[in-house]
């Protein structure tokens, strides 16, 4: 499988293009993100900037951290001929809903991540969160309060076009899912994992993908 090396300023060019051409900020209007560590991370960042201010604030990132992908590979490497189980995604770091802060009740909320591949992940990510959802819901119920619609949207720079193992709700893949690139199934490689930036960077100008 070939690689295909992405830059920042190609990344940063991609999601201003894609807040732009899918009218993000008129259609979805998100107004709290949750990145997906660690490929989520300094997308959500740059994704900001192109966001608009909600009462004048920039827009709030949270982070939830899931295991799969790295260890997927690892497994695909090491066990896939002698029949171990696949591994499965494991939360390493969630969002803790007893914060005010963090109320997600009522938000148009965006996961942010790198990569849209066998689509577990983020599957597993709005699955979940959408269980915290239903709990903190059930509590404004029974305390006799008005439960806001909450939204839940997904933006990544790159979906692989592939076969996909998860599912997202049809909610969410009409109208709240965006990516930035559409793409055959090749192997990605982004600058937050380079040792020689200059060099990766040289690579990602070399691309025609």
């Not at 560590?37 to 909600?54: C, E, M, S, V, W």
């Not at 969160?129 to 933006?155: M, N, Y």
């Not at 720079?157 to 997202?168: D, T, V």
């Not at 990516?179 to 982004?190: G, I």
């Amino acid at each position: 499988m070939s690689k295909i090396y992405v830059s920042y300023n190609q990344i940063h060019t991609m999601i201003k293009q894609t807040v732009e051409s899918s009218k993000l900020n008129e259609v979805f209007q998100p107004d709290i993100m949750v990145a997906i560590g660690g490929g989520g991370f300094i997308p959500a960042r740059i994704l900001r900037t192109f966001l608009k201010k909600k009462n004048n604030k920039n827009i709030s990132i949270q982070a939830i951290g899931l295991s799969l992908y790295e260890d997927l590979e690892i497994w695909k490497a090491a066990n896939q001929e002698n029949g171990t189980d696949e591994p499965s995604v494991v939360k390493t770091q969630w969002l803790n809903f007893d914060s005010s802060e963090t109320s997600l009740i009522g938000r148009n909320i965006l996961i942010v991540d790198e990569v849209d591949d066998t689509r577990r992940t983020l599957a597993y990510a709005v699955n979940e969160l959408t269980k915290d959802l239903k709990k903190e819901e059930l509590k404004l119920k029974e305390q006799g309060q008005e439960v806001p619609e909450t939204k839940i949207g997904i933006f990544v720079l790159h979906n692989k076009l592939k076969p996909k193992r998860e599912n997202l709700p049809d909610e969410i893949m009409d109208g709240r899912y965006f990516a930035c690139k559409e793409m055959p199934d090749q192997w990605l490689v982004y600058p937050w994992d380079a040792l020689d930036i200059e060099e990766h960077t040289r690579n990602a100008e070399s691309n025609s993908y």
